[in-house]
Protein backbone atom coordinates (compact mmCIF):
# COMPACT_ATOMS: atom_id res chain seq x y z
CA UNK A 1 0.00 0.00 0.00
CA UNK A 2 1.65 2.93 -1.49
CA UNK A 3 5.04 1.59 0.34
CA UNK A 4 8.05 4.10 -0.25
CA UNK A 5 10.89 3.34 -1.99
CA UNK A 6 13.29 3.16 1.37
CA UNK A 7 10.37 0.42 2.21
CA UNK A 8 11.31 -1.53 -0.91
CA UNK A 9 14.98 -1.23 -0.52
CA UNK A 10 14.94 -2.45 3.14
CA UNK A 11 12.76 -5.87 2.17
CA UNK A 12 15.37 -6.48 -0.84
CA UNK A 13 18.62 -5.78 0.55
CA UNK A 14 17.95 -8.79 2.80
CA UNK A 15 17.95 -11.32 0.16
CA UNK A 16 21.72 -11.38 -1.31
CA UNK A 17 22.85 -12.39 2.57
CA UNK A 18 19.85 -14.62 3.42
CA UNK A 19 20.82 -18.14 4.54
CA UNK A 20 18.08 -21.01 5.84
CA UNK A 21 20.81 -21.15 9.13
CA UNK A 22 19.32 -19.88 12.28
CA UNK A 23 22.89 -18.32 12.98
CA UNK A 24 21.28 -15.80 10.16
CA UNK A 25 18.20 -15.62 11.92
CA UNK A 26 20.14 -15.10 14.85
CA UNK A 27 22.74 -12.25 13.24
CA UNK A 28 19.23 -10.30 12.01
CA UNK A 29 18.01 -10.08 15.76
CA UNK A 30 21.33 -8.85 16.68
CA UNK A 31 21.15 -5.90 13.82
CA UNK A 32 17.10 -5.12 14.55
CA UNK A 33 17.02 -1.78 16.66
CA UNK A 34 13.36 -1.90 17.08
CA UNK A 35 14.77 -6.13 19.15
CA UNK A 36 14.04 -3.94 22.94
CA UNK A 37 10.27 -3.51 22.15
CA UNK A 38 9.84 -7.16 23.01
CA UNK A 39 10.84 -6.93 26.15
CA UNK A 40 7.96 -4.34 26.75
CA UNK A 41 5.15 -6.88 25.88
CA UNK A 42 3.70 -9.90 27.86
CA UNK A 43 3.79 -12.64 25.80
CA UNK A 44 2.07 -15.82 26.11
CA UNK A 45 3.28 -18.98 27.83
CA UNK A 46 2.53 -22.38 27.12
CA UNK A 47 1.29 -25.17 29.18
CA UNK A 48 4.79 -26.37 29.93
CA UNK A 49 6.13 -22.72 30.86
CA UNK A 50 8.06 -22.26 27.87
CA UNK A 51 7.12 -19.48 25.73
CA UNK A 52 5.07 -19.70 22.79
CA UNK A 53 6.13 -18.11 19.00
CA UNK A 54 3.49 -15.29 18.75
CA UNK A 55 2.40 -14.76 15.16
CA UNK A 56 -1.21 -14.10 15.52
CA UNK A 57 -1.06 -10.18 15.84
CA UNK A 58 -3.65 -10.21 12.82
CA UNK A 59 -6.27 -11.69 15.21
CA UNK A 60 -5.23 -10.15 18.59
CA UNK A 61 -2.05 -8.18 19.81
CA UNK A 62 -0.34 -9.75 22.78
CA UNK A 63 -0.09 -7.32 26.19
CA UNK A 64 1.93 -4.55 26.39
CA UNK A 65 3.04 -4.08 30.35
CA UNK A 66 1.91 -0.40 30.25
CA UNK A 67 -1.22 -1.30 29.33
CA UNK A 68 -1.33 -3.58 32.52
CA UNK A 69 -0.41 -0.65 34.35
CA UNK A 70 -3.01 1.57 33.21
CA UNK A 71 -5.84 -0.10 33.61
CA UNK A 72 -4.55 -1.08 37.31
CA UNK A 73 -4.11 2.88 37.46
CA UNK A 74 -7.78 3.46 35.95
CA UNK A 75 -8.98 0.83 38.49
CA UNK A 76 -7.40 1.96 41.73
CA UNK A 77 -8.44 5.67 40.65
CA UNK A 78 -11.90 4.87 40.53
CA UNK A 79 -11.94 2.85 43.91
CA UNK A 80 -10.02 5.97 45.61
CA UNK A 81 -11.90 8.78 43.73
CA UNK A 82 -15.55 7.73 42.46
CA UNK A 83 -16.90 9.77 40.48
CA UNK A 84 -14.63 12.96 41.23
CA UNK A 85 -12.07 10.47 39.00
CA UNK A 86 -14.24 12.39 35.93
CA UNK A 87 -12.14 15.35 36.51
CA UNK A 88 -9.09 14.50 39.41
CA UNK A 89 -7.84 11.47 37.51
CA UNK A 90 -4.17 11.41 36.48
CA UNK A 91 -6.45 11.04 32.83
CA UNK A 92 -9.30 12.89 33.73
CA UNK A 93 -12.08 10.55 31.81
CA UNK A 94 -13.98 13.30 30.85
CA UNK A 95 -11.32 14.39 28.11
CA UNK A 96 -10.43 10.61 27.94
CA UNK A 97 -10.39 10.86 24.16
CA UNK A 98 -7.60 13.54 24.08
CA UNK A 99 -5.51 10.86 25.14
CA UNK A 100 -5.47 8.92 22.00
CA UNK A 101 -5.85 12.17 19.27
CA UNK A 102 -1.58 11.93 18.96
CA UNK A 103 -1.46 8.50 18.74
CA UNK A 104 -3.64 7.87 15.90
CA UNK A 105 -2.55 10.53 13.97
CA UNK A 106 0.22 8.74 13.58
CA UNK A 107 -1.17 5.58 12.45
CA UNK A 108 -3.80 7.40 10.41
CA UNK A 109 -2.05 9.96 8.67
CA UNK A 110 -4.82 12.04 9.81
CA UNK A 111 -5.53 15.40 10.80
CA UNK A 112 -6.18 15.95 14.95
CA UNK A 113 -9.57 16.52 14.49
CA UNK A 114 -10.33 14.20 11.75
CA UNK A 115 -9.99 10.98 14.41
CA UNK A 116 -12.14 9.69 17.38
CA UNK A 117 -11.33 6.26 19.35
CA UNK A 118 -14.97 5.40 20.28
CA UNK A 119 -16.74 2.01 20.42
CA UNK A 120 -16.25 -1.27 18.54
CA UNK A 121 -15.36 -1.61 14.58
CA UNK A 122 -19.13 -2.59 13.30
CA UNK A 123 -20.83 -0.06 15.30
CA UNK A 124 -18.54 2.41 13.71
CA UNK A 125 -19.41 0.93 10.36
CA UNK A 126 -22.71 1.75 10.74
CA UNK A 127 -22.50 5.14 12.44
CA UNK A 128 -20.31 6.06 9.17
CA UNK A 129 -22.75 3.91 6.93
CA UNK A 130 -25.57 5.82 8.71
CA UNK A 131 -23.86 9.05 7.74
CA UNK A 132 -21.74 8.69 4.12
CA UNK A 133 -24.69 5.72 2.83
CA UNK A 134 -27.18 7.48 1.88
CA UNK A 135 -28.93 6.35 -1.26
CA UNK A 136 -31.06 8.66 -4.05
CA UNK A 137 -32.53 7.56 -7.16
CA UNK A 138 -30.60 5.05 -9.01
CA UNK A 139 -27.30 5.85 -6.86
CA UNK A 140 -27.91 3.52 -4.06
CA UNK A 141 -25.48 0.54 -4.82
CA UNK A 142 -22.67 -0.64 -2.78
CA UNK A 143 -19.24 -2.13 -3.82
CA UNK A 144 -17.59 -4.33 -1.78
CA UNK A 145 -14.80 -7.09 -2.05
CA UNK A 146 -16.01 -11.37 -2.58
CA UNK A 147 -15.28 -12.99 0.80
CA UNK A 148 -15.35 -9.65 2.66
CA UNK A 149 -15.23 -10.10 6.32
CA UNK A 150 -18.77 -11.51 7.38
CA UNK A 151 -19.38 -8.35 9.81
CA UNK A 152 -18.76 -6.05 7.76
CA UNK A 153 -20.84 -7.58 4.82
CA UNK A 154 -23.65 -8.18 7.57
CA UNK A 155 -23.44 -4.63 8.21
CA UNK A 156 -23.93 -3.62 4.53
CA UNK A 157 -27.07 -5.93 4.16
CA UNK A 158 -28.18 -4.41 7.82
CA UNK A 159 -28.15 -0.74 5.89
CA UNK A 160 -29.42 -1.90 2.83
CA UNK A 161 -31.76 -3.49 4.52
CA UNK A 162 -32.61 -0.91 7.22
CA UNK A 163 -33.04 1.73 3.70
CA UNK A 164 -36.06 -1.16 2.46
CA UNK A 165 -33.57 -1.75 -0.65
CA UNK A 166 -33.18 -4.99 -2.35
CA UNK A 167 -29.35 -6.13 -1.67
CA UNK A 168 -29.58 -8.41 -4.92
CA UNK A 169 -29.59 -5.10 -6.55
CA UNK A 170 -27.88 -2.96 -4.71
CA UNK A 171 -24.91 -4.70 -3.11
CA UNK A 172 -21.94 -5.43 -5.92
CA UNK A 173 -19.04 -7.84 -4.87
CA UNK A 174 -15.72 -8.01 -7.26
CA UNK A 175 -14.25 -11.39 -7.41
CA UNK A 176 -10.59 -12.13 -8.38
CA UNK A 177 -10.14 -13.52 -11.33
CA UNK A 178 -10.86 -17.45 -12.32
CA UNK A 179 -8.03 -19.22 -10.93
CA UNK A 180 -6.31 -16.06 -9.00
CA UNK A 181 -6.73 -15.32 -5.20
CA UNK A 182 -6.30 -11.72 -4.87
CA UNK A 183 -7.80 -8.85 -6.51
CA UNK A 184 -6.57 -6.61 -9.48
CA UNK A 185 -6.43 -3.09 -8.91
CA UNK A 186 -7.85 -2.66 -12.43
CA UNK A 187 -10.75 -4.60 -11.82
CA UNK A 188 -11.75 -2.54 -8.70
CA UNK A 189 -11.43 0.27 -10.38
CA UNK A 190 -13.05 -1.03 -13.73
CA UNK A 191 -15.95 -2.29 -11.90
CA UNK A 192 -16.99 1.26 -10.09
CA UNK A 193 -16.23 3.14 -13.84
CA UNK A 194 -19.37 0.23 -14.53
CA UNK A 195 -21.26 1.22 -11.58
CA UNK A 196 -20.69 5.07 -12.97
CA UNK A 197 -23.74 6.97 -11.35
CA UNK A 198 -25.27 4.32 -9.68
CA UNK A 199 -22.28 3.89 -7.05
CA UNK A 200 -23.15 5.49 -3.67
CA UNK A 201 -20.46 3.72 -1.47
CA UNK A 202 -16.98 1.78 -2.10
CA UNK A 203 -16.39 -0.20 0.93
CA UNK A 204 -13.33 -1.61 1.06
CA UNK A 205 -10.44 -3.10 3.31
CA UNK A 206 -7.15 -1.43 3.94
CA UNK A 207 -5.88 -5.13 4.12
CA UNK A 208 -8.10 -8.46 3.02
CA UNK A 209 -8.23 -10.48 6.14
CA UNK A 210 -8.04 -13.45 4.67
CA UNK A 211 -5.43 -13.19 1.62
CA UNK A 212 -3.44 -10.75 3.59
CA UNK A 213 -3.57 -8.76 0.05
CA UNK A 214 -3.12 -4.72 1.32
CA UNK A 215 -4.89 -2.27 -1.37
CA UNK A 216 -3.34 1.12 -2.86
CA UNK A 217 -6.44 2.73 -1.12
CA UNK A 218 -5.78 6.35 -2.64
CA UNK A 219 -6.25 4.48 -6.21
CA UNK A 220 -9.41 3.37 -4.87
CA UNK A 221 -10.58 6.75 -3.14
CA UNK A 222 -9.97 8.62 -6.34
CA UNK A 223 -12.02 5.43 -8.89
CA UNK A 224 -14.73 6.19 -5.93
CA UNK A 225 -15.16 10.18 -6.31
CA UNK A 226 -14.42 10.01 -10.12
CA UNK A 227 -18.27 8.42 -10.11
CA UNK A 228 -19.25 11.15 -7.12
CA UNK A 229 -19.32 8.11 -4.69
CA UNK A 230 -17.78 7.86 -1.27
CA UNK A 231 -14.46 6.05 -0.22
CA UNK A 232 -14.65 4.11 2.98
CA UNK A 233 -12.27 2.12 4.76
CA UNK A 234 -11.84 -0.82 7.13
CA UNK A 235 -8.89 -1.01 8.11
CA UNK A 236 -8.94 -3.42 10.72
CA UNK A 237 -5.65 -5.24 8.95
CA UNK A 238 -3.74 -2.46 8.25
CA UNK A 239 -4.03 0.00 10.70
CA UNK A 240 -0.42 -0.61 13.12
CA UNK A 241 0.69 -2.78 10.58
CA UNK A 242 1.10 -0.07 7.53
CA UNK A 243 1.23 3.51 7.69
CA UNK A 244 -1.44 5.05 6.69
CA UNK A 245 -2.43 8.41 5.08
CA UNK A 246 -6.04 8.24 5.43
CA UNK A 247 -6.00 12.65 5.11
CA UNK A 248 -3.88 12.62 2.27
CA UNK A 249 -5.65 10.07 0.30
CA UNK A 250 -8.60 11.79 0.28
CA UNK A 251 -10.80 9.18 2.07
CA UNK A 252 -14.30 9.87 3.34
CA UNK A 253 -14.45 7.75 6.48
CA UNK A 254 -12.49 4.81 8.02
CA UNK A 255 -12.97 2.16 10.64
CA UNK A 256 -11.12 0.09 12.48
CA UNK A 257 -10.60 -2.22 15.87
CA UNK A 258 -7.40 -1.63 17.71
CA UNK A 259 -6.98 -5.37 19.10
CA UNK A 260 -5.13 -6.69 16.56
CA UNK A 261 -1.78 -4.35 15.69
CA UNK A 262 -2.58 -1.49 18.04
CA UNK A 263 -2.04 -4.49 20.82
CA UNK A 264 -5.18 -2.74 22.93
CA UNK A 265 -6.38 -6.02 24.13
CA UNK A 266 -9.94 -8.23 23.71
CA UNK A 267 -13.13 -5.85 22.37
CA UNK A 268 -10.49 -3.09 22.89
CA UNK A 269 -12.23 0.72 21.75
CA UNK A 270 -12.27 1.69 17.93
CA UNK A 271 -11.84 4.35 16.12
CA UNK A 272 -13.12 6.52 13.15
CA UNK A 273 -11.78 8.63 10.75
CA UNK A 274 -13.89 11.20 8.65
CA UNK A 275 -12.18 13.69 6.12
CA UNK A 276 -11.97 17.09 7.16
CA UNK A 277 -14.21 18.33 3.87
CA UNK A 278 -17.11 16.88 5.58
CA UNK A 279 -16.91 19.15 8.81
CA UNK A 280 -18.72 21.76 7.04
CA UNK A 281 -21.64 20.02 5.29
CA UNK A 282 -21.83 18.38 8.70
CA UNK A 283 -23.98 15.21 7.06
CA UNK A 284 -27.06 13.47 9.47
CA UNK A 285 -25.86 11.16 12.22
CA UNK A 286 -27.08 8.67 14.67
CA UNK A 287 -25.98 11.05 17.74
CA UNK A 288 -25.52 10.80 21.33
CA UNK A 289 -24.35 13.14 23.65
CA UNK A 290 -20.47 12.29 23.79
CA UNK A 291 -20.52 13.80 20.28
CA UNK A 292 -22.00 16.75 21.45
CA UNK A 293 -19.92 19.98 21.35
CA UNK A 294 -17.66 19.59 25.20
CA UNK A 295 -17.95 22.97 26.16
CA UNK A 296 -22.16 22.86 26.38
CA UNK A 297 -22.38 19.09 26.75
CA UNK A 298 -23.65 19.24 30.20
CA UNK A 299 -26.01 21.75 29.87
CA UNK A 300 -28.72 18.66 29.30
CA UNK A 301 -30.37 20.68 26.25
CA UNK A 302 -32.51 19.16 24.51
CA UNK A 303 -30.52 20.32 21.00
CA UNK A 304 -27.84 18.35 19.82
CA UNK A 305 -24.79 20.09 18.53
CA UNK A 306 -22.10 18.22 17.11
CA UNK A 307 -18.91 19.12 18.23
CA UNK A 308 -16.43 20.00 15.78
CA UNK A 309 -14.60 17.00 13.43
CA UNK A 310 -15.20 13.42 13.85
CA UNK A 311 -15.41 13.62 17.79
CA UNK A 312 -19.15 14.78 16.31
CA UNK A 313 -19.62 11.18 15.98
CA UNK A 314 -18.93 9.77 19.34
CA UNK A 315 -22.04 8.41 20.83
CA UNK A 316 -21.22 7.94 24.57
CA UNK A 317 -18.65 8.20 27.17
CA UNK A 318 -15.61 6.06 26.59
CA UNK A 319 -15.31 2.77 27.81
CA UNK A 320 -11.91 3.99 30.27
CA UNK A 321 -11.05 0.29 31.03
CA UNK A 322 -11.10 -0.75 27.55
CA UNK A 323 -9.56 2.23 25.81
CA UNK A 324 -6.68 2.75 28.65
CA UNK A 325 -4.52 -0.24 26.97
CA UNK A 326 -4.76 2.05 23.54
CA UNK A 327 -3.05 4.98 25.18
CA UNK A 328 -0.27 2.57 26.14
CA UNK A 329 -0.27 0.79 23.01
CA UNK A 330 -0.04 3.91 21.06
CA UNK A 331 3.01 5.49 22.86
CA UNK A 332 4.87 2.30 22.33
CA UNK A 333 3.60 2.96 18.07
CA UNK A 334 4.34 5.99 18.33
CA UNK A 335 8.21 5.58 20.24
CA UNK A 336 8.88 2.82 18.04
CA UNK A 337 7.60 4.76 14.66
CA UNK A 338 5.37 3.22 12.25
CA UNK A 339 7.77 3.92 9.63
CA UNK A 340 10.65 1.98 11.21
CA UNK A 341 8.15 -1.04 12.11
CA UNK A 342 6.90 -1.10 8.70
CA UNK A 343 10.71 -1.12 7.66
CA UNK A 344 11.58 -4.29 9.91
CA UNK A 345 8.18 -5.78 9.28
CA UNK A 346 9.16 -5.66 5.27
CA UNK A 347 12.24 -7.17 5.87
CA UNK A 348 10.85 -9.82 8.50
CA UNK A 349 7.57 -10.86 6.16
CA UNK A 350 10.36 -11.16 3.06
CA UNK A 351 12.62 -13.30 5.19
CA UNK A 352 9.49 -15.61 6.55
CA UNK A 353 8.32 -16.01 2.31
CA UNK A 354 11.68 -16.87 1.82
CA UNK A 355 12.52 -19.46 4.45
CA UNK A 356 9.42 -21.00 3.91
CA UNK A 357 9.97 -21.14 0.68
CA UNK A 358 12.80 -22.60 0.74
CA UNK A 359 12.64 -25.34 3.32
CA UNK A 360 9.27 -26.21 2.78
CA UNK A 361 8.34 -26.54 -1.04
CA UNK A 362 6.20 -27.09 -2.99
CA UNK A 363 4.69 -28.36 0.71
CA UNK A 364 3.09 -24.75 0.59
CA UNK A 365 1.08 -22.34 -1.40
CA UNK A 366 1.52 -19.08 -0.56
CA UNK A 367 -1.69 -16.78 -0.95
CA UNK A 368 -0.91 -13.25 -0.14
CA UNK A 369 1.13 -11.29 -2.76
CA UNK A 370 4.77 -11.10 -3.27
CA UNK A 371 5.37 -7.35 -4.19
CA UNK A 372 6.09 -5.66 -0.48
CA UNK A 373 3.76 -2.68 -1.30
CA UNK A 374 1.17 -5.51 -1.82
CA UNK A 375 0.80 -6.66 1.57
CA UNK A 376 1.86 -5.94 5.27
CA UNK A 377 3.07 -8.92 7.69
CA UNK A 378 0.41 -11.49 7.27
CA UNK A 379 1.32 -14.33 4.95
CA UNK A 380 -1.63 -16.77 4.20
CA UNK A 381 -0.77 -20.15 3.43
CA UNK A 382 -2.42 -23.05 2.16
CA UNK A 383 -0.77 -26.68 2.68
CA UNK A 384 -0.65 -28.87 -0.26
CA UNK A 385 -2.95 -32.21 0.33
CA UNK A 386 -6.17 -30.60 0.67
CA UNK A 387 -8.15 -28.66 3.74
CA UNK A 388 -8.14 -32.06 5.92
CA UNK A 389 -4.42 -31.91 5.77
CA UNK A 390 -3.72 -28.39 6.66
CA UNK A 391 -5.98 -28.77 9.35
CA UNK A 392 -3.64 -31.54 10.96
CA UNK A 393 -0.49 -29.15 10.01
CA UNK A 394 -2.30 -26.69 12.08
CA UNK A 395 -2.93 -28.37 14.55
CA UNK A 396 0.66 -29.79 14.62
CA UNK A 397 2.17 -26.43 14.72
CA UNK A 398 -0.22 -25.56 17.71
CA UNK A 399 0.99 -28.53 19.60
CA UNK A 400 4.49 -27.37 19.44
CA UNK A 401 3.99 -23.81 20.49
CA UNK A 402 3.36 -21.96 17.15
CA UNK A 403 0.48 -19.37 17.78
CA UNK A 404 -1.23 -18.66 14.00
CA UNK A 405 -5.05 -19.10 12.62
CA UNK A 406 -6.95 -21.28 10.83
CA UNK A 407 -9.50 -19.65 8.96
CA UNK A 408 -12.32 -21.90 6.92
CA UNK A 409 -11.74 -23.26 4.67
CA UNK A 410 -8.34 -24.01 4.36
CA UNK A 411 -5.95 -21.21 4.65
CA UNK A 412 -3.64 -20.60 7.51
CA UNK A 413 -2.77 -17.00 8.60
CA UNK A 414 0.68 -15.91 10.28
CA UNK A 415 1.52 -12.74 10.81
CA UNK A 416 5.43 -11.54 11.91
CA UNK A 417 5.22 -8.24 13.63
CA UNK A 418 7.55 -5.84 14.19
CA UNK A 419 7.32 -4.84 17.57
CA UNK A 420 7.49 -8.04 19.40
CA UNK A 421 8.96 -11.24 17.04
CA UNK A 422 12.46 -12.12 16.27
CA UNK A 423 14.01 -13.38 13.37
CA UNK A 424 14.27 -16.51 15.15
CA UNK A 425 10.38 -16.74 15.82
CA UNK A 426 10.47 -17.27 12.19
CA UNK A 427 13.07 -19.88 11.89
CA UNK A 428 11.30 -21.63 14.84
CA UNK A 429 7.50 -21.66 12.91
CA UNK A 430 9.74 -22.94 9.74
CA UNK A 431 11.40 -25.62 11.67
CA UNK A 432 7.74 -26.63 13.03
CA UNK A 433 6.60 -26.53 9.82
CA UNK A 434 8.66 -28.31 7.94
CA UNK A 435 8.42 -31.28 10.88
CA UNK A 436 5.13 -31.06 10.32
CA UNK A 437 4.85 -31.38 6.73
CA UNK A 438 7.09 -34.70 6.88
CA UNK A 439 5.01 -36.24 9.46
CA UNK A 440 1.76 -35.96 8.39
CA UNK A 441 0.58 -37.39 4.87
C1 LIG B 1 -12.11 -6.98 8.78
C2 LIG B 1 -12.91 -7.06 10.03
N1 LIG B 1 -14.12 -6.46 10.06
C3 LIG B 1 -14.90 -6.54 11.16
C4 LIG B 1 -14.47 -7.20 12.30
C5 LIG B 1 -15.38 -7.25 13.49
O1 LIG B 1 -14.94 -6.43 14.50
P1 LIG B 1 -15.79 -6.05 15.81
O2 LIG B 1 -16.22 -7.33 16.44
O3 LIG B 1 -14.80 -5.32 16.66
O4 LIG B 1 -16.95 -5.24 15.38
C6 LIG B 1 -13.22 -7.82 12.31
C7 LIG B 1 -12.75 -8.54 13.49
O5 LIG B 1 -11.76 -9.22 13.53
C8 LIG B 1 -12.42 -7.75 11.13
O6 LIG B 1 -11.22 -8.33 11.08
Known sequence: ??????????????????????????????????????RQFELPVGANGQP??????????PAPRAALDYVSEEL????????????????????????????LQHVTGALANEVVAM????????????SFYRPVGMRDKILIEEGAFSSDRHAVLGQLAWHKLDAEATLVEVAPRAGEETLRIEDIEAKIEELDSELALVLWPGVQYRTGQAFDCARITRAAHAQGAIA?????????????????????????CSYKYLNAGPGAIGGCFVHERHFTSSPSRLSGWWGHEPQTRFQMQPEFKPAAGAAGWAVS?????SAAPLIASLEMIRSAGIDEMRAKSIRLTAYTERLLRERCGAGLQFITPEAPEDRGCQLSLRVAGGPRRGRRVFDALSDHGIVCDWREPDIVRIAPAPLYNRFVDVFELAEQLCAALKEIS
Open 76 to 103: AEWAQLGVSGHHTATRPWIDYAQNFTKG
Open 1 to 38: MNASAQDLTAGLELLPQFSTARDFAIDCDAADILAPYR
Open 52 to 61: LVYLCGHSLG
Open 317 to 321: NPPIL
Open 119 to 130: NSLTINLHLMMA
Open 232 to 256: GFDMAHAIGNLPLELHEWGADFAVW
